[in-house]
């Protein structure tokens, strides 16, 4: 089961629950604990639009769900800034952060797809799902 966290345009931040990936029924959406994502990651909205990922209702994620901060290089060969998951380019990175942090990056559907069949261990884990997980170690508070 996949939760659609915040629309951005034709794509939107994506969160899955490991609580929620076997289940065939669909919890109340009050029941979801929202603060251990296995997954979040930004893709495209296509799915959702079509019907294909069915949409169950809309709920204000919790505080506590780790939306992640990436990394941006501002000009070729210049420095390292913090931007936000709307793209809003904040203040210059620290060396520990640009170490740190991941580089922005949309993943299509077909991929969120596999790698939740990997989780759920009906198919072979790649390293490229990885980068989907959701990692406390991407968030920053203020960027700006």
Not at 17 to 23: C, T
Not at 101 to 113: A, C, D, N
Request: proline share 6%; with cysteine; hydrophobic share 40%.
């Amino acid at each position: 089961m996949c939760q659609v966290v915040r629309v951005m345009g034709s794509s939107f931040l994506l969160a899955t629950f490991p609580a929620y990936l076997d289940s065939s029924t669909v919890p109340d959406l009050d029941e979801i604990e929202l603060t251990n994502p296995v997954f979040l990651i930004e893709t495209m909205g296509e799915s959702v639009e079509s019907e294909r990922w069915r949409v169950i209702g809309n709920r204000t994620p919790s505080s506590n769900l780790p939306i992640p901060a990436f990394k941006v290089q501002v000009g070729l060969g210049g420095d390292y800034y913090i931007q936000n998951f709307r793209g809003e380019v904040g203040r210059k990175a620290t060396f520990e952060e640009v170490q740190r942090l991941r580089p922005h990056k949309s993943f299509s559907p077909s991929l969120v797809e596999a790698a939740l069949r990997a989780e759920r261990k009906f198919d072979v884990w790649l390293s490229a799902y990885d980068e989907m997980r959701a990692d406390k170690g991407q968030v920053i508070d203020n960027i700006f």
